[in-house]
């Protein structure tokens, strides 16, 4: 299985570069990144997490993220490349890696709201088609980012299966009902504040708790940008 979607991935990625039928080519591409440490009101909730952003040829946008967890219960991460083609709109291709190399690969769209000032940026994300051993999902997805006055920085992301099956919920009463229609799958926001190559500031966790509402979890955040360097 993991052979197959690893195939898949890396045929998607492909016909990112051929969505407008224009010949392959070598280029260079912009990489940057950053490490965070999550510091969560629940210590062992606490994690580190490395981002990696890149350009590839034929302008593909990639994103890469993994996380270690404080109580070393494995690692999590995804792999997303996009290409815009019209008024930031363009193919998407996700690849999740959940403890394994690759879990689950998602395909869609995403759109790039064009024109964004420097340092901010808004995207929106459909992922109707997945392939892997989990059913059916439909997964919308958003991301933003704002450069604000005196080195402040306000950014989110978030996820919602808006195909998700029929679950079992307990109420506060200890009531079990049955829930159907969308589920929050997991999201972030973030306030900090520049220092040199540090940001520092506040984190809150938005977690799937059943239903389309998410539950929040407040903690600290420390992170440390690396530099964009040309590569081949």
Do not use: C
């Amino acid at each position: 299985m993991t052979k197959t979607l690893r195939n898949l991935v890396t045929a998607g990625a492909v016909g990112l570069g051929v969505a407008t039928g224009m010949p392959a080519e070598r280029a260079e591409a912009q990489v940057a990144g950053n490490v965070e440490y999550i510091q969560s009101e629940k210590n062992e909730k606490s994690f580190a997490r490395g981002n990696i952003f890149y350009g590839l040829p034929q302008n593909v946008n990639g994103f890469s993220f993994i996380e270690f967890y404080k109580n070393g219960d494995g690692y999590f991460g995804k792999t997303m490349l996009n290409r815009p083609i019209v008024s930031g709109l363009g193919p998407k291709v996700e690849g999740v890696h959940n403890g394994e190399l690759l879990s689950r690969v998602g395909l869609g769209a995403s759109f790039s709201v064009p024109g964004m000032p420097k340092g901010s940026y808004a995207n929106l994300g459909i992922l109707p088609v997945w392939l892997s051993e989990e059913g059916k999902r439909l997964q919308a997805q958003y991301a933003f980012g704002f450069k604000l006055p005196k080195g402040f920085y306000l950014s989110s992301f978030g996820e919602m299966n808006l195909r998700a099956e029929p679950r079992s919920v307990t109420s506060s009463t200890g009531e079990v009902n049955t829930k159907t229609g969308p589920r929050w799958g997991y999201g972030e926001a973030e306030l900090t504040k520049s220092f040199g190559p540090f940001e520092v500031g506040y984190n809150m966790r938005l977690y799937d708790d059943g239903n389309a509402s998410p539950k929040h979890q407040h903690g600290a955040v420390v992170t440390l940008n690396i530099r964009g360097k040309k590569i081949k």
